[in-house]
């Protein structure tokens, strides 16, 4: 079965910063074919060095990526993406700043060829306080937060001591219980959300193909932690296992429903049972802020073993926790 496309969403209000996290993103793909819909390639304003060719609605870009307007049909956008000639690793939508990012993110999920890795909603640390006190917005505020996965307080470079802490609060008692981080200039490694590779040990693992654990809004956010690893910079750290044991696929989905407190995001590809003919079956695991999956998969190739990775905030990944499930 062909693999299913990844889809991400990224809303916040008008300024929280959306248009420089994709723009980021974008100019840090590093090989990853990114399609990335949005509303308006002018706020978007692509970097010139990138465009590649414009066609109607559609930029292409010089490292594979391409960027759709919506329109008025995000439907047909997807219908446009999916079938390409020549596969995308993922997709990113931008929900307007005046939407609800889930109720794109449904529209996503309806689509069999595309599995919802997450909703990550920026917040302006410096303009929330006062936004969310306004009768006009506060319902569309608290409505976009409410849907994340990930919350991302932003521009804190740009808010006061007691802004940004208003800001957490604020966001703390609308989300109880989300994943939070804090960021400027909307820092926010591409590897969070979208397209976060395998370890090397399981590089090339086959497609996914049928049975489905998803728990979409629980949860919380080997033996070496890379804590220099120049992709995630300073806020971020990643743990990472190569388990020889098979971990049964109920086990897996009841640990989804209740991951511990620091993990933003965990990708990999384990044992999971033996067949009929004592075989190993293999499923792809993915985790991303509140968001879990399951599914069965082909087994890696050319003899590479089970891995798993999975990233947090420095110092607030549990990696002990992560060890004791994982790595035994």
Known sequence: MKKRLPLTVIGGFLGAGKTTLLNRWLRDAKGLRMAVLVNDFGALNIDADLIAATHGDTVALTNGCVCCQIGDDLGRALVQV????????AVVIEASGVSDPWRIAQIG??????????VIVLVDASAVGPQSRDPLLADTLARQVRSADLVVVNKIDLASGEALSAARAWVEA?????????????????ALLSGLPLPAAVQGAGHACGHECRDPH????HDHSHDHDPDHGALFQTWSAQPEAVIPAAAICAWLRDVPPGVLRLKGLLRTGRGAQGEDEWSEVQFAGRHGTLRKAAGPTDGARAGVVAIGLRHQLPEQA?????AG
């Open 174 to 190: 609308t989300a109880p219980g989300t994943p939070c981080i804090q960021t400027a200039q909307s820092t926010v490694p591409l």
């Open 322 to 326: 992560l060890k004791d499930f994982f």
């Open 109 to 118: 999920m309806a689509a069999p060829e595309l599995s919802l890795e997450g």
């Open 218 to 221: 629980h949860g919380h956010g």
């Open 82 to 89: 999916i079938e390409v000639a020549t596969p995308f690793d």
